[in-house]
């Protein structure tokens, strides 16, 4: 009955359940050792007075907890935004060779040598049986840093989900540009060779090609690294570059397919769009062969997220090691600084307070300083996590977002509560130890 109505609860609620149970430990703890007993005075007057030792403790708790929900959220950050970045790539084709490779250079447009696939290849492909459209990507110039990738509009408009500004670029010289890309619609742009940003500008004079590609959309932003890329017409791609332009001398100036297959001069990779779902499995299946090969992006990056998943769990485990040995170092020092004050609780005893009531008191000690740290490892964790976000976003362009989630509260209450259970023992230690030694020193 039980593992029924847990299994029908919603996520959120199982995650708020085993945040409750982590945490409870530690609040029947508190409960049993504070009923009837007021430490606060003695405790605030020990934080007070061992203030630099107790700063130095705190800090080894927050630091300890904040690595290991820095490295949880930042992980998640990665994988999420990655898989987001991939979302509108159903199927790539490319020739034979490292998928990784193909998918960093047709979804992440990391620049990469890659062999290309010929007018019956492309052909074969855009005219199977189950395929929406298929749309060649070409690569190779840039403007200022930014991808200039040859396409169709047909990719352009599935990249963009309707929300495009402006309207679809109609003749060469016209370009659809991402959301992060400084140019409005009405700029122009004059595409260089390669993916280097040239800042000398007698270079960069030697480094164009002869012509000006004017803007007539903008892209929504898509988290990805297309926020930053120049799309224009495949034909002018290949037309700067001295190769055919996929058309016959009767349809030149077209833009788009269908393209002459002995007038197609090549292409690194192609996007496949199913016409439905299932069907991107029998495309996969029918252009995996000798001659091509097909792959679902997602898929590859479920298996580097799962090489990273092993180095988490490495990495976890490391995280997790440092936060028994600076609980074992805390543990110890509490130990120590309960001797610098045994003179003070053996006098206690001596006029008659209860053993328990040294318990209390330094065990709420303690629980202070560990329940401080903790929250402040938890924000400080979630804030590093954030601020490496951003820095991995300016450089990949991929939207990474390290936002809190349950799994950085889990960890903390587990490390909480384990840490209130193990302070009891500085307190055990107090409780039974005879008043008379300390009074004689």
């Known amino acids: 009955m039980l593992p029924d109505l847990w299994s029908s609860l919603p996520n959120d609620a199982q995650d708020a359940g085993v945040l409750a149970m982590l945490l409870l430990p530690g609040v029947l703890i508190a409960v049993w050792n504070l009923h009837g007993i007021a430490p606060g005075a003695l405790t605030r007057s020990m934080l007070r007075r061992y203030l630099p030792v107790n700063l130095v403790f705190t800090g080894l708790v927050t630091l300890s907890v904040a690595l290991g929900v820095g490295l949880i959220a930042q992980e998640r950050g990665l994988r999420q935004g990655s898989a987001r970045a991939a979302d509108r790539f159903d199927l790539i084709v490319t020739a034979p060779g490292s998928e990784v490779t193909a998918m960093l250079t047709a979804v992440y447009l990391q620049p990469n040598d890659m062999p290309l696939l010929g007018g019956a290849q492309y052909a074969e492909i855009a005219q199977a049986e189950g395929v929406d459209f298929a749309a060649p990507l070409a690569f190779g110039d840039s403007w200022q840093g930014h991808p200039v990738v040859g396409t169709t509009a047909e990719f352009i408009t599935h990249l963009a989900g309707g929300n495009m500004t402006g309207r679809m670029f109609a003749a060469h010289e016209e370009a659809v540009v991402g959301a992060l890309v400084p140019l409005g619609i009405g700029d122009a742009a004059v595409p260089g060779h390669g993916m280097a940003d040239l800042a ?32 224009v017409p495949v034909e002018t791609v290949w037309e700067l570059h001295g190769l055919a332009n996929g058309h016959t001398a009767e349809t030149a100036q077209q833009i788009g397919g269908p393209f002459a297959p002995e007038a197609f001069p090549g292409t690194p990779a192609i996007l496949v769009k199913p016409e439905q779902l299932f069907q991107a499995y029998a495309l996969r299946t029918q252009f995996s062969r000798g001659d091509m090969m097909a792959f679902f992006p997602g898929a590859v990056l479920s298996r580097l997220h799962g090489l990273a998943g092993d180095v988490r769990q490495a990495m976890s485990l490391l995280t997790l090691v440092s936060q028994i040995l600076v609980a074992v170092a805390i543990l110890a020092g509490l130990i120590l600084i309960t001797r610098l004050f045994a003179r003070n609780l053996a006098v206690l005893r001596a006029l008659g307070a209860a053993p328990r009531f040294l318990l209390a008191v330094i065990w709420s000690y303690a629980a202070t300083l ?62 039974l130890r005879p008043p008379l030694t300390d009074l004689r020193g």
């Open 200 to 231: 000398d500008a007698e270079e960069a004079a030697h480094n164009h090609h002869d012509l000006r590609y004017r803007v007539t959309g903008k892209l929504p932003a898509t988290g990805s690294p297309w926020d930053r890329a120049i799309l």
């Open 370 to 431: 560990l329940t401080l740290g903790t929250v402040l490892g938890l924000g400080l964790g979630i804030g590093a996590a954030a601020v490496l976000s951003r820095i991995l976003t300016a450089r990949t362009s991929i939207h990474i977002s390290a936002a809190p989630g349950w799994a950085e509260l889990h960890l903390a209450a587990a490390f909480l509560s384990l840490s209130l259970i193990c302070a009891l023992l500085p307190g055990l230690l107090a409780m």
